[in-house]
């Protein structure tokens, strides 16, 4: 299945009057969720940037049916208004738009009860690796190294790997995505819609005052985390995981690009020396060979 | 034409609630366990399995999801019920709070029980009345047979009123005991309570464009709504009440009297004051005191929200209010406190007792009744 971004639906479900920052990456997710369900949702956002970004009642700058809701309270949320619509024979799909925070600490008790229980929702976690409406603080999403105002001299700790954690409940649909590509979210988003179930994307966000860059640098920071292999593309669909373009090209270490290219846009990684980065690199390879394994577990069935 | 019959029969406290929320036809129902609260969700999971109930029965993981879920699903326009009990009620707290102020119409029993340390799974009414200020309607329970009424009743109220409603089913006293109960037919049920409406408290549906609960632009947006969700739809929540409580008696015969029941209280000197499944034995020492003459009446507080303000005023009529309250606060009892708020002349004795579950029968009841009346306590006495 490919896209011609051209081709895409015209309408805007990101409206004048959103209150995101310049370069935000996660509104630029947003825009691509509008149009590929943006009659068909209905979102459940939980305490986070997303729920500032919509602007001010009584009015709103996304154009798409909107429920506030509780920080860790999400999936949950969602799964009583997918319940609600089954019950009351609606047509549409529950999705949630969820931070790093939300989900990976918080919510993480209400988002796996959702995924094991299997409930019909979408749940979309956009990714932008700390706390941000709070002012940048660590998530369990952060980063190794990255500096935010509670790991003043770098995180200690690995970043949880909310997608694969996910994929290992069984669910029926678990992907990642990253706002560099587009297409391959707005594919992934239409597949999860067709698909009965528990879904589940985990999106790479990039936030310029979080990670300390240039507003206009969001698409490339983005495309250089899956460049060097920091952001890992893939998709496990019943039962099947594999890796999507471009990064089945980076499965060879050797066609990625440094990893420096990356960090040394971000003011977060400002204060690593050469053996952090190769710690990191090594962390990050140890992640490919991990998903690797997994794709050789979880085969193509014919 | 068929006749209707009204079915007699001996249940439990939580299967009367079962068997109401049934009668009610709930399209989503999530719960968590937690004594003595889990019968009632443990029947009603039986009564889907066997096809008896068409309804979601989400199995959540906490009660924070418990809340979460029924609250999504009352957002989008279904019919949506929990019950919980003490700890159970605490661990979805945010939830709840964020439940009255979007003026979700769930429907929660609230099976009593005291909170820990220690571990105590024994009657009390802290649990509930956590909920006093979030916005809840909150009702109290004195027989099974009421459990079941109010059960039914407060789908009517939720959803007219636009608020959540909480019915308080004392712990063990009437969850785990048995008593007889008429339950009405169901085409009798399905006159009472009208069709949910989807548009309460909003229409959330695809394709239609609404946000609700974003930034405020302006402070006193949110303000205005607080003082119409938290106070004034409690106000309005006084008719819906006592209406649903007249159309109850003419549809079945039993009335209650709406936000108070009055018991022998018309000649009385000194009354009596209390909420839920003690108010009987607290009726059984009235009855005790006055066949020796002692002028003694009895007001029970049947909801503790829509606090009952014009029906406590009336208490200055009389010489002394006895104020029993199964619940403890730094400032003494809640119904005593908030009872005192409401009067100028009596003079009020507030007696917390009962908590973490320890027995108070109808004797405990006539002798502290007496020494109130003797002058015997100061306005604050713990009977522990
Ligand atoms: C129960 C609760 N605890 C804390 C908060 C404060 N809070 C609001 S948003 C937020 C962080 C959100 O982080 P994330 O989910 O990553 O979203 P982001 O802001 O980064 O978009 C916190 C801690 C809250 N609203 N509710
Ligand atoms: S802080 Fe970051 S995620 Fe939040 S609105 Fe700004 S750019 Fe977007
Ligand atoms: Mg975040």
Redesign the pocket.
């Known amino acids: 299945m490919s896209f011609r971004i051209d081709q895409l639906p015209k309408k805007k479900y990101v409206v004048p009057g959103n209150a995101a920052c310049a370069g935000c990456g996660?509104m630029i997710g947003l825009k691509i969720l509008g149009m590929a369900l943006g009659e068909e949702a209905v979102l459940s956002i939980?305490?986070?940037?997303?729920a500032v970004v919509q602007g001010l009642t009584p009015k709103s700058g996304v154009a798409m049916p909107i429920l506030n809701v509780?920080?860790?309270s999400a999936a949950a949320v969602a799964t009583g208004i997918a319940e609600a619509y089954r019950m009351l024979g609606v047509k549409g799909h529950a999705v949630v738009w969820?931070?790093?925070?939300?989900?990976a600490d918080?919510g993480f008790g209400t988002v796996s009860g959702a995924a094991e229980r299997n409930s019909n929702i979408i749940y979309v976690m956009?990714d932008?690796e700390?706390?941000?409406?709070?002012g940048i603080?660590r998530?369990s999403s952060t980063p190794r190294a990255a500096w935010t105002t509670t790991t003043p001299t770098g995180k200690h700790e690995r970043k949880k790997d909310v997608a694969l954690l996910m994929a290992m409940h069984g669910v029926p649909y678990v992907a990642t995505a990253s706002i560099a590509y587009p297409q391959d979210f707005y594919r992934k988003l239409k597949r999860a819609s067709e698909i009965q179930g528990f879904k589940f994307i985990h999106l790479h966000a990039p936030c310029p005052p979080g990670w300390r860059y240039d507003p206009a640098k969001t698409v490339e920071i983005a495309k250089l985390a899956v460049e060097t292999g920091a952001w890992i593309l893939w998709e496990y669909d019943n039962g099947q995981l594999k890796l999507n373009p471009p990064s089945t090209v980076y499965v060879d270490r050797a066609k990625r690009k440094p990893l420096k290219e990356y960090l040394k846009l971000q003011g977060r990684f400002a204060h690593l020396t050469d053996n952090d980065v190769k710690m990191l690199e090594e962390e990050i390879e140890a992640k490919w060979q991990t998903v690797l394994a997994l794709a050789k577990a979880f085969p193509q069935r014919l | 034409m068929k006749t209707l019959t009204i079915q007699k029969t001996a249940l439990t406290g939580n299967y009367a609630v079962a068997y109401a929320t049934k009668m009610a036809k709930p399209h989503v129902i999530a719960a968590y366990p937690i004594t003595p609260q889990t019968s009632i969700v443990e029947k009603l999971a039986e009564f889907v399995e066997k096809g008896e109930l068409n309804t979601s029965f989400v199995n959540v993981e906490s009660e924070f999801a418990a809340m979460s879920v029924v609250y999504g699903a009352a957002m989008a326009g279904a019919r949506a019920f929990t019950a919980t009990s003490s700890h159970g009620l605490l661990y979805m707290y945010?939830a709840t709070w964020w439940t009255a102020l979007s003026r979700a119409p769930v429907v929660m029993a609230v099976v009593t029980r005291t909170i820990g340390p220690p571990w105590n799974i024994h009657v009390e009414h802290n649990d509930i009345l956590t909920l006093r200020d979030a916005g809840w309607i909150i009702a109290m329970a004195e027989t099974v047979q009421e459990t079941f009424d109010l059960t039914l009743q407060a789908f009517r109220i939720a959803e007219s009123a636009a608020l959540p409603t909480a019915v308080g089913v004392d712990g063990f006293v009437l969850s785990h005991s048995t008593e007889p109960v008429e339950m009405p037919p169901q085409e009798v049920v399905d006159k009472y309570l009208p069709p949910r409406r989807p548009d309460v408290p909003m229409l959330l549906r695809p394709g239609e464009p609404v946000t609700f609960g974003n930034l405020p632009s302006d402070n006193k947006i949110h303000a205005r709504h607080k003082v119409a969700a938290v106070y004034e739809a409690q106000q309005e929540a006084k008719k819906v009440i006592s209406q649903a409580d007249e159309e109850y008696g003419r549809l079945t015969g039993r009335r209650y009297g709406g936000l108070v029941e009055w018991y022998r209280a018309g000649d009385a000197k000194h009354i009596v004051v209390c909420a839920g499944a003690w108010c009987s034995d607290a009726k059984h020492a009235v009855d005790y005191l006055r066949a020796r003459g002692v002028p003694v009446g009895l007001m029970r507080i049947r909801f503790v929200r829509p606090f009952p303000r014009e029906e406590v005023a009336k208490l200055d009529q009389y010489e002394t209010a006895v104020v029993y309250d199964r619940d403890i606060t730094p400032m003494g009892g809640i119904l005593g406190l908030e009872v005192k708020a409401a009067l100028s002349r009596a003079r009020v004795v507030n007696i917390v007792a009962g908590i973490a579950g320890v027995d108070f029968d109808s004797r405990h009841f006539y002798e502290t009744i007496q020494n109130a009346i003797d002058g015997g306590y100061r306005d604050l006495v713990f009977v522990v």
Request: charged share 10%; hydrophobic share 35%; aromatic share 12%.
């Open positions: 996660m939980p305490a986070s940037c997303a509780p920080f860790a969820a931070g790093d925070g939300g989900t918080i956009y932008n700390a706390y941000m409406n709070t603080q998530s | 945010e």
